[in-house]
């Protein structure tokens, strides 16, 4: 019982960072229909940031933060300006961005690489091993907790009091309709890929001090989102976030009759699961 108490308690951690990634992600995709895959190179773009300051100038967590939010918003703005804008410019069809974001995606990575380094990089902000019974988690583990929750918070509120979180509704709703009754439809698009990177670098900041960072890492985090986005359905923020916490808890439990060389493997089949039962995912969008 221990151990199960233990596993889920890593569940809820873990799904707590794809619950952000997921939210993140989702943004950016429910709202311009971008299947932004260099969203992971931005998040990897933001630890090194975190990592940097830390290291190089005596950051301590929350200006690290800080600057890992600025340089992801920057990156992914810039993602959306040079790539994506233009290629809505000249109507491509849909699979034209997708492939563009996976080039976009390795050409930024070999990026991060030569800029900071293809080693592994970790930043200590200071952190400690608190039980509870049987249970242990640190203080990093509490961040992820408290920061998916604080996120989700703020931006439903943004979402439901603002008048710019109800244009960035409308163009989840319908984009063409949002664009008829006067929704400057490409600020909107500007708007979420900043706040998509925003999300993502706290996020990457929290891993940086949990895991380190690796040029690699992209890949894992955009997937982790991904996922959460379909399991949770396309455009449903608290489906997001249930898509998350379903993703955490499954792989971690699963440890508990699997080896762990199969943990990667519990995300595809939650996936395929999930496409093959309700391929709507948890929630519609007429549920938000």
Same mark, same amino acid.
């Given at each position: 019982m221990d151990l199960f108490l233990q596993l889920l308690v890593n569940g809820l951690i873990n799904g707590s960072h794809y619950a952000l990634l997921g939210i993140g992600f989702g943004l950016i995709f429910s709202?311009?229909?971008? !299947?932004?895959f260099a969203y992971g190179s931005v998040y990897t773009f933001a630890a090194y940031v975190a990592w940097f300051t830390a290291s190089a100038w005596g950051f301590s967590l929350l200006p690290a933060m800080a600057a890992a939010i600025l340089g992801a918003v920057i990156l992914g703005v810039l993602c959306y300006t040079l790539l994506y804008r233009p290629l809505e410019l000249r109507r491509a069809p849909p699979l034209i961005p997708l492939i563009a974001s996976l080039g976009l995606n390795i050409a930024l990575e070999n990026l991060n690489a030569i800029i900071f380094g293809s080693g592994a990089r970790t930043a200590d902000f200071g952190s400690s091993v608190m039980f509870l019974g049987p249970v242990f988690f640190t203080t990093v583990h509490i961040w992820q907790v408290v920061s998916c929750a604080v996120i989700l918070a703020a931006l439903v509120l943004f979402l439901r009091k603002t008048r710019y979180g109800r244009a960035i509704l409308a163009m989840t709703d319908d984009p063409h309709m949002a664009r008829v009754v006067g929704i400057d439809t490409q600020r909107i698009s500007y708007l979420v890929f900043a706040l998509g990177s925003a999300v993502s670098a706290v996020a990457a900041t929290?891993?940086?001090?949990?895991?380190?960072?690796?040029?690699?890492?992209?890949?894992?985090? !955009?997937?982790?989102?991904? !996922?959460? !986005?379909?399991v949770g359905g396309v455009g449903s923020l608290k489906g997001v976030v249930a898509g998350g916490f379903l993703l955490g808890i499954v792989e971690s439990l699963g440890l508990w009759k699997i080896s762990t060389e199969w943990q990667s493997s519990i995300a595809f089949i939650v996936l395929f699961i999930m496409i093959m039962l309700r391929p709507q995912g948890l929630f519609s969008i007429a549920r938000r």
């Open positions: 709202t311009t229909g971008i !299947v932004h929290l891993i940086l001090m949990k895991d380190g960072a690796s040029t690699h890492m992209g890949f894992i985090a !955009v997937f982790m989102g991904f !996922v959460a !986005v379909i």
